[in-house]
């Protein structure tokens, strides 16, 4: 017998549920009076570095219906490419770029809107440099565990040839599935649980 | 992490992987919204960039003082929520068994009836006016949190034609790192519905359930005033960089 590694392991996840803006985004169901705003609502100021853009996303389910209650966060570099993190470690992000939101999909038309910058390009630790790209995580009834996606952008396509994440899909047909394509300063963005446009999602 | 006053470098390193077998699947037939909203392709695995190993982290400062006190927050001045008042306390852990500092846990769940306040919840038990259902801490130098709440009832749901909730505290968890992100749901101990549920039941192993399950812990209860129940959090773990350059990864 070996030493025990000892480790623990992680608490499984349990789905969000349908009234996971009760936690998340109590303000937008009518909680109002326990927090001034809701969390992640606003991700920019006017003193903000970079080119500003609106993303639309939608999250639809195997039938093509979207999804009314659910709700999609992001996580993205400022326009230098730097990340407000503590493990950031290659410089100082914006200041008045937080990097994260939080938006629950409108519960008639399913759409969820992000105003935001266009993020710069983040290296690898081998130093090949990412296309610029968005996380997404979602979390909705029904989704068992957190959802991991990247949304990139249409009129990057030379770096997103050479973008090592992108390289990674064997199925070229399913790149597509990640780039959000773009209409004046508003970046669309369908994300698929399911089916034959099924979207890329990731496990990192 | 800086705001905590440690003079150590914040941790950089790729995080463990997840054990996606200790999870419950994304297909889980027995709860039925899963079965068109999981996907069927699989997922693309890769070792986590700087977009996966770093994240947003909250400071205290963002807390009002009521924000962990779900029997107060949203109840009426000199009024309290209706329920069997408890606490619930922990700590976050990382799989290395390292306390997690400056993690935003965020709470939510239906009053003791099993009622939502929520405009989509139908069912026929009333709302408590002086309940609101939402909350947030976040973890101490050790990992530790808690929060005050009252026991959330059973409630019925449209899956099976007679398929009740255990009771449950939702727990969003925002540890340092996109790639820790979680959520999940807390149960009480001995509750009978738990192991009737097709939610808990998407999980395989009997183990991984009775870590959601919190413990009744009678060295914290308030005398006279409230039980106290003991959950802890885990999150992924940070591998260490000893070798760092290589030819992929972050």
Same mark, same amino acid.
């Not at chain 1, 639809?60 to 992001?74: F, K, N, W």
């Not at chain 2, 001045?77 to 700590?91: K, L, T």
């Not at chain 2, 820790?180 to 808990?200: A, H, K, N, S």
């Not at chain 2, 359930?209 to 209860?221: F, G, P, R, V, Y």
């Given at each position: 017998?070996?030493?025990?590694?000892?480790? +623990?392991?992680? %608490?499984?996840?349990? =789905?969000?549920?349908?009234?996971?803006? $009760?936690?998340?985004?109590?303000?937008?169901?009518?909680?109002?009076?326990?927090?001034?705003?809701?969390?992640?609502? %606003?991700?920019?100021?006017?003193?903000?570095?970079?080119?500003?853009?609106?993303?639309?996303?939608?999250?639809?389910?195997?039938?093509? =219906?979207?999804?009314?209650?659910?709700?999609?966060?992001?996580?993205?570099?400022?326009?230098?490419?730097?990340? &407000?993190?503590?493990?950031?470690?290659?410089?100082?992000?914006?200041? &008045?770029?937080?990097?994260?939101?939080?938006?629950? =999909?409108?519960?008639?038309?399913?759409?969820?809107?992000?105003?935001?910058?266009?993020?710069?390009?983040?290296?690898? *630790?081998?130093? /090949?440099?990412?296309?610029?790209? #968005?996380?997404?995580? $979602?979390?909705?009834?029904?989704?068992?565990?957190?959802?991991?996606?990247?949304?990139?952008?249409?009129?990057?396509?030379?770096?997103?040839?050479?973008?090592?994440?992108?390289?990674?899909?064997?199925?070229?047909? /399913?790149? @597509?599935? +990640?780039?959000?394509?773009?209409?004046?300063?508003?970046?669309?963005?369908? #994300?698929?649980?399911?089916?034959?446009?099924?979207?890329?999602?990731?496990?990192? | 992490?800086?705001?905590?006053?440690?003079?150590? !470098?914040?941790?950089?390193?790729?995080?463990?992987?997840?054990?996606?077998?200790?999870?419950?699947?994304?297909?889980?037939?027995?709860?039925? %919204?899963?079965?068109?909203?999981? @996907?069927?392709?699989?997922?693309? %695995?890769?070792?986590?960039?700087?977009?996966?190993?770093?994240?947003?982290?909250?400071?205290?400062?963002?807390?009002?003082?009521?924000?962990?006190?779900? #029997?107060?927050?949203?109840?009426?001045?000199?009024?309290?929520?209706?329920?069997?008042?408890?606490?619930?306390?922990?700590?976050? +852990?990382?799989?290395?068994?390292?306390?997690?500092?400056?993690?935003?846990?965020?709470?939510?769940?239906?009053? !003791?009836?099993?009622?939502?306040?929520?405009?989509?919840?139908?069912?026929?038990?009333?709302?408590?006016?002086?309940?609101?259902?939402?909350?947030?801490?976040?973890?101490?130098?050790?990992?530790?949190?808690?929060?005050?709440?009252?026991?959330?009832?059973?409630?019925?749901?449209?899956?099976?034609?007679?398929?009740? /909730? @255990?009771?449950?505290?939702?727990?969003?968890?925002?540890?340092?790192?996109? !790639?820790?992100?979680? #959520?999940?749901?807390?149960?009480?101990?001995?509750?009978?519905?738990?192991?009737?549920?097709?939610?808990?039941?998407? $999980?395989?192993?009997?183990?991984?359930?009775?870590?959601?399950?919190?413990?009744?812990?009678?060295?914290?209860?308030?005398?006279?005033?409230?039980?106290?129940?003991?959950?802890?959090?885990?999150?992924?773990? *940070?591998?260490?960089?000893?070798?760092?350059?290589?030819?992929?990864? &972050?």
């Amino acid at each position: 017998m070996a030493q025990s590694l000892d480790r +623990l392991k992680e %608490s499984p996840s349990q =789905t969000a549920g349908p009234y996971v803006h $009760i936690g998340l985004t109590p303000n937008f169901c009518g909680i109002g009076g326990v927090y001034a705003s809701d969390l992640g609502s %606003s991700m920019i100021n006017d003193q903000t570095k970079g080119e500003r853009i609106e993303l639309r996303i939608r999250v639809l389910d195997g039938t093509g =219906t979207p999804l009314r209650e659910a709700l999609v966060e992001i996580w993205q570099a400022d326009a230098n490419g730097l990340y &407000n993190s503590p493990a950031e470690m290659r410089g100082a992000a914006d200041p &008045n770029f937080l990097g994260w939101g939080r938006q629950p =999909t409108d519960t008639e038309t399913g759409v969820c809107l992000f105003q935001t910058i266009k993020p710069g390009r983040v290296p690898l *630790r081998d130093g /090949r440099l990412m296309a610029p790209h #968005i996380s997404l995580w $979602i979390a909705a009834r029904g989704i068992n565990v957190g959802l991991h996606t990247r949304l990139y952008f249409s009129d990057e396509e030379k770096a997103n040839a050479e973008d090592p994440i992108l390289a990674r899909i064997e199925h070229r047909l /399913r790149v @597509p599935t +990640l780039i959000a394509e773009r209409r004046g300063d508003t970046y669309v963005f369908d #994300i698929h649980l399911q089916g034959e446009k099924e979207t890329v999602f990731f496990d990192s | 992490m800086a705001e905590t006053g440690s003079n150590q !470098a914040p941790e950089t390193g790729a995080f463990f992987q997840r054990d996606r077998q200790w999870h419950p699947p994304a297909l889980t037939p027995n709860y039925k %919204s899963s079965v068109l909203r999981s @996907p069927q392709k699989a997922l693309v %695995s890769f070792d986590n960039t700087l977009s996966e190993s770093t994240g947003r982290v909250f400071g205290h400062a963002m807390l009002g003082e009521l924000d962990n006190d779900l #029997i107060h927050n949203f109840a009426r001045p000199g009024e309290s929520a209706i329920g069997e008042r408890i606490i619930v306390h922990g700590r976050v +852990l990382d799989e290395r068994g390292k306390g997690v500092p400056g993690v935003l846990l965020e709470f939510w769940q239906a009053n !003791a009836g099993g009622r939502y306040r929520h405009k989509k919840d139908a069912y026929l038990a009333p709302l408590d006016p002086n309940f609101g259902g939402c909350g947030r801490a976040i973890t101490g130098e050790d990992g530790s949190y808690a929060l005050r709440t009252i026991r959330p009832g059973p409630y019925p749901w449209p899956n099976g034609p007679n398929d009740w /909730r @255990p009771a449950h505290i939702h727990f969003s968890v925002f540890g340092h790192s996109f !790639a820790q992100r979680l #959520i999940t749901q807390m149960y009480f101990e001995g509750d009978p519905l738990i192991w009737r549920c097709p939610i808990v039941g998407g $999980i395989s192993n009997r183990e991984a359930i009775e870590a959601l399950i919190a413990a009744l812990d009678m060295q914290s209860t308030i005398a006279m005033d409230a039980l106290a129940y003991k959950f802890d959090i885990v999150l992924r773990g *940070r591998r260490s960089t000893l070798f760092e350059n290589r030819p992929e990864g &972050n």
